[in-house]
C-alpha cells in the first residue's frame, strides 16, 4: 500500500521522476495484494495492477538512495543487512515528521533536492523524538478489520507528509 500510494501521488507531482519499490522482510513471495488493502489502494486512485510480493535482499537495498521502513524492527534487519545505509533509512512516520522541519532546496531537480534533505532528516530525527510506537505503522496481516483500519490511518498521512513537502519544496 505504502508503495502504490507514495508513487501515485509523486507521479501526479513530478511524472517519472521517483521510482518507489517495496519488499517484505518476511514477504510471502509472489502473493497479491491482500484484498482489504488493495480495496484501500484502489480508493485512493492509486493502482494495485502487478503487484507481486518479493522478498527484501542486499541487492534489492544496493539500488536504494533512501529506504523507507514500516516498524523500527524492519528498519533494524535493513540496517543489518547492509549497515552503509544507516543514515538513508527511516520509518516512514518517522521520516513524516521530521521532514517537514527540513527547508529543501527549492529550485533544483527533485533527486537532489531529496538527496539534500536524507542527512538534514537523519539530524532533525534526534531533535524530534516521539514514543517509539509513533514511529510504527500496525501489521494488518490476519488480523480483523479495525487493524486495517488503523493501518490506513497511519500509513496514508504520512505518505501524504512526504507528498507535501515535495510539493512545497519544488
Same mark, same amino acid.
Given at each position: 500500500?505504502?508503495? @502504490?500510494?507514495?508513487?501515485? *501521488?509523486?507521479?501526479?507531482?513530478?511524472?517519472?521522476?521517483?521510482?518507489?519499490?517495496?519488499?517484505?522482510?518476511?514477504?510471502?513471495?509472489?502473493?497479491?495484494?491482500?484484498?482489504?488493502?488493495?480495496?484501500? %489502494?484502489?480508493?485512493?486512485?492509486?493502482?494495485?495492477?502487478?503487484?507481486?510480493?518479493?522478498?527484501?535482499?542486499?541487492?534489492?537495498?544496493?539500488?536504494?538512495?533512501?529506504?523507507?521502513?514500516?516498524? @523500527?524492527?524492519?528498519?533494524?534487519?535493513?540496517?543489518?543487512?547492509?549497515?552503509?545505509?544507516?543514515?538513508?533509512?527511516?520509518?516512514?512516520?518517522?521520516?513524516?515528521?521530521?521532514?517537514?522541519?527540513?527547508?529543501?532546496?527549492?529550485?533544483?531537480?527533485?533527486?537532489?533536492?531529496?538527496?539534500?534533505?536524507?542527512?538534514?532528516?537523519?539530524?532533525? @530525527?534526534?531533535?524530534?523524538?516521539?514514543?517509539?510506537?509513533?514511529?510504527?505503522? %500496525?501489521?494488518?496481516?490476519?488480523?480483523?478489520?479495525? %487493524?486495517?483500519?488503523?493501518?490506513?490511518?497511519?500509513?496514508?498521512?504520512?505518505?501524504?507528509?512526504? %507528498? *507535501?513537502? *515535495?510539493?512545497?519544496?519544488?
Amino acid at each position: 500500500m505504502a508503495e @502504490r500510494l507514495l508513487q501515485n *501521488e509523486l507521479n501526479m507531482l513530478t511524472p517519472a521522476i521517483f521510482a518507489v519499490e517495496s519488499a517484505g522482510t518476511a514477504a510471502m513471495v509472489g502473493s497479491a495484494m491482500e484484498p482489504t488493502i488493495e480495496g484501500f %489502494v484502489r480508493a485512493s486512485g492509486a493502482s494495485s495492477e502487478g503487484f507481486s510480493a518479493r522478498q527484501l535482499t542486499r541487492e534489492i537495498l544496493d539500488r536504494q538512495d533512501l529506504v523507507l521502513a514500516l516498524t @523500527r524492527e524492519h528498519r533494524s534487519r535493513i540496517v543489518e543487512l547492509r549497515p552503509a545505509l544507516l543514515k538513508k533509512t527511516f520509518t516512514l512516520r518517522e521520516l513524516a515528521r521530521v521532514l517537514p522541519t527540513i527547508d529543501g532546496a527549492r529550485g533544483v531537480h527533485p533527486g537532489e533536492r531529496w538527496e539534500r534533505a536524507i542527512p538534514l532528516a537523519m539530524r532533525a @530525527r534526534t531533535m524530534h523524538r516521539s514514543a517509539p510506537e509513533d514511529d510504527d505503522v %500496525v501489521d494488518p496481516y490476519r488480523r480483523g478489520d479495525q %487493524v486495517f483500519e488503523a493501518m490506513r490511518q497511519q500509513l496514508a498521512p504520512a505518505v501524504q507528509a512526504l %507528498v *507535501e513537502w *515535495e510539493k512545497t519544496h519544488a
